[in-house]
């Protein structure tokens, strides 16, 4: 039976994201939580801390896995593999419509109207929206949280052997980042980490989930790679592991918790040491 090192070993393209994936720790997730907070309306701040903490507690109807519509202010379950909406809640967790499904491909994502909540970046970010803020607001306040990451002190550990291991990576296999962070964030984080120069195509602004599989298959055919040796690393289950699968590609997940996702081609890893090879953390 293979390991998720024999995957990374057979493949000849790894696909990886940056904001999440390729540096430890969550204290940012807070970081841009405190920020979002101080833009509210003092009259409901205090609001606002009650949802974050009953979010981090597991005690909220926001939860990574779920997705928001901002015009109804509705929480729906969308199934990563089917692409199907179900069971809408209402922001007190009542559920509106226990029968309603409706197909929903990643694909056609209206970023005007829908949120996925696909890692810890988006509770907070859609606790802030049934507050108040607006979507634009809330881009602001998530720009600024990453300018502070990369400026200041304390915010990006770095992955122990991460920068060891892409070198030998690079050596054999092709290594792409694909971020949704612009241009100038990405360069600005690949610096702090180390990590210019690793990769052999950068896409920045990706609008991933809605063109993840298109540039998936450019990147395939760009480097003529079959699926079954593509692997796709990030820590975004609706962005970077469900298109990943749906194309036959392998996909390494970053998730805090146990995954509840099943799938030949998965690898749920709470830190991407656990895809390195024993050498390179000795």
């Not at 000849?12 to 833009?39: P, S, V, W």
């Amino acid at each position: 039976m293979n390991t998720i090192i024999d995957v990374l070993n057979q493949a000849n393209l790894i696909i990886f994201d940056l904001d999440g994936t390729l540096y430890e720790d969550t204290a940012h997730f807070d970081l841009f939580a405190t920020k979002l907070q101080t833009e509210l309306p003092k009259n409901v701040q205090d609001a606002f801390s009650k949802d974050y903490e009953l979010m981090k507690k597991g005690q909220h109807p926001v939860t990574v896995g779920k997705v928001y519509n901002v015009h109804d202010d509705t929480l729906w379950t969308w199934n990563p593999f089917t692409e199907q909406l179900s069971h809408p809640q209402a922001w007190d967790g009542t559920i509106l419509y226990k029968h309603t499904e409706q197909q929903f491909p990643a694909q056609k994502f209206d970023l005007d109207k829908w949120v996925s909540i696909g890692d810890g970046w988006w509770p907070s970010y859609v606790i802030a929206l049934h507050h108040g803020l607006t979507m634009k607001q809330c881009h602001e306040v998530y720009n600024e949280t990453k300018e502070d990451m990369a400026k200041q002190e304390g915010w990006l550990t770095k992955t122990p052997g991460l920068i060891t291991y892409l070198h030998f990576l690079k050596t054999k296999k092709k290594l792409v980042l694909m971020t949704n962070s612009d241009e100038q964030d990405t360069v600005r984080l690949l610096q702090r980490l180390g990590l210019a120069n690793m990769f052999d195509t950068i896409i920045p602004s990706a609008v991933k989930p809605n063109h993840t599989k298109q540039h998936y298959t450019e990147l395939m055919n760009k480097y003529n790679a079959n699926p079954e040796k593509v692997v796709s690393v990030g820590d975004n289950f609706m962005n970077e592991v469900a298109p990943a699968l749906q194309l036959g590609m392998h996909a390494i997940w970053l998730t805090a918790d146990v995954s509840p996702q099943t799938h030949d081609n998965l690898w749920p890893v709470q830190s991407l040491t656990e895809m390195m090879p024993s050498w390179v953390l000795r």
